[in-house]
């Protein structure tokens, strides 16, 4: 009897998932199986980001079980791990789907070699709405700017979804230590999230997306980083509204940072772009900003949510990615590193290239503009509403006083500490060591 592995990495889906539609075509048995990584396991995580995935893991495993199969859990070197079970099972192929970081290529390479005599089929069409590589400028390996890869990306016909497979038949196979986790975490809540955003928020999208207190983004990222939703299946559901294309036009940035990565994969530690600069090394700065204490409540709301949902708005991350590079001309690197410990959306290529963009070292065309964190709280919070959720000191302070509460006496600020820096002179200092 012929038999299949079909190793789970950031796919954690059976639905519209093509390496496991493909490894469940044309054999008996299939393993699924995922490798609990050493190196990952040796990074700083929070608790709630291994959580998330613990909780991913319990429902894949449930969702195979109702097709007759088991998720097989291993520890240790993927590549060992993986060549372990295909001798114990007698595999004759691997199927795996194709990442982007120099992690995952390294490990690609050493699996085919590590195979020998066994198959190695890579899929590239599993993590994004366009593989990397498909759309190109001509005599480039990349697009450099995202307007002419999102009008070659929009062009492109995209490939249909395929179905979760009817039945998934195991071999005789010790299964591992499978989580038994529950929550939110998984493609059972991931696609009950986005029926749910679909039908009463996407239309709103285009116009709301920037409102931090509304908060009428998705939070669907943290599922599409663990592959617990399709890409591709999002942007076929999304509709055809303002909102709907507004929601799509994020997709495609996200398949944007995706090609970057995979054509500079060092991108995730250089800059793409240097800019000269000679960041600062202040620990204390560091610290306030990292625990919500700078005294300008915007960036302090951002970072305090961070901590307590392992999630930040949008527009509270250019806002605090801003501050930190910008404003205290700290490394980007750093700002990053403290990201991706929290984030349970923290997905390299995202949040590196991201980051890259806001510290002007990356794609953005206008490497040295500076986001006023004052302005942009009354732009994007104007009743203070974020702030105040976020910031219980300030929870008391009206419309008028709440985004700067250093015009307040002491003791109304209830311990709020007064801001680390003068922004004004900052902004100066910043252009100033750019040569502008």
Known sequence: MSTTIAVFTRDLRIHDNPMLAAATRDTEHVVPLFVRDDRIGASPFA????????????DLDSRLRTRGGRLVMRAGDPVEEICRVADDADATRVHVARDVSA????REARLRQALGRRELVVHDDVHTVVPPGAVLPHGRDHFAVFGPYHRKWSEQTWRGCQPAPDRVT??????GDVPKARGDGGETAGRRRAENWFAAHVQDYADQDGALAADRTSRLSPYLHLGCVSALELAR???????????VRQLAWRDFHHQVLAARPDSA???YRGRGDQWRDDKDALQAWQEGQTGIPIVDAGMRQLRAEGWMHN??????????TKTLYIDWRVGAKHFFTWLLDGDLANNCLNWQWVAGTGIDSRPNRVLNPLSQAERH???????????????????KDVHQPWRLPAGERRGYPEPIVDLGQARARFLAARGK
Request: net charge positive.
């Open 237 to 247: 559901r999304a509709g055809d509204s303002a909102g709907a294309k507004a929601f």
């Open 315 to 324: 527009r509270a991350r250019l806002i605090t990615a801003g501050f930190l």
């Open 269 to 271: 530690h250089r800059d």
């Open 170 to 175: 195991l071999p005789e196979i010790a299964l």
């Open 47 to 58: 608790a709630g980001r291994l959580r998330f995935l613990d909780e991913s893991l319990a």
């Open 381 to 399: 919070d104007p009743d203070g509403e974020y702030v105040r959720r976020y910031v219980s000191e300030l929870s008391h302070v009206g419309n």
């Open 103 to 106: 992690l995952a290529k390294a």
